[in-house]
């Protein structure tokens, strides 16, 4: 019973989608994520409920583009200009390899 009304959930909350791309694609995999729940020990409908919220916070007007975080954003803020995300994705990788070669050299001593 459960299992049917967590699929019957994710249809519904698929259909809210403004595409039909989308809409196949999600539905597609929330089914699979629902299926699967079982072999997880997670509830069936508590995943439905987490689609339904994500179909819900999807915006109609277009694609939600998340916003780096952490080292990427400041670079990207730091940097600035027409190429910002590549200087910065540059800037961060320096950064992290900078941080590990000081980490490794604190470790090995």
């Known amino acids: 019973m459960k299992m049917w009304a967590a699929l019957a959930l994710v249809r519904c909350a ?3 989608l403004p595409e ?3 809409r196949a694609r999600y539905r597609e995999q929330w089914q699979a994520d629902v299926l699967a729940a079982a072999d ?3 509830s069936p409908l ?3 409920l987490g ?3 994500a179909a819900a916070r999807i915006s109609r007007k277009g694609t939600n583009v998340m ?3 952490g080292p990427l954003a400041l670079a990207i803020r730091a940097v600035g200009g027409s190429r910002a995300r590549q200087r910065a994705a540059a800037l961060a990788v320096l ?8 980490v490794t050299m604190l470790i090995t001593g």
């Open 95 to 102: 950064s992290a390899l900078v941080l590990l070669g000081g």
């Open 51 to 53: 689609a339904a919220i």
């Open 67 to 69: 916003l780096p975080i």
């Open 14 to 16: 698929a259909a809210l």
């Open 40 to 42: 997880l020990d997670l």
């Open 46 to 48: 508590h995943l439905a």
């Open 20 to 22: 039909p791309d989308r």
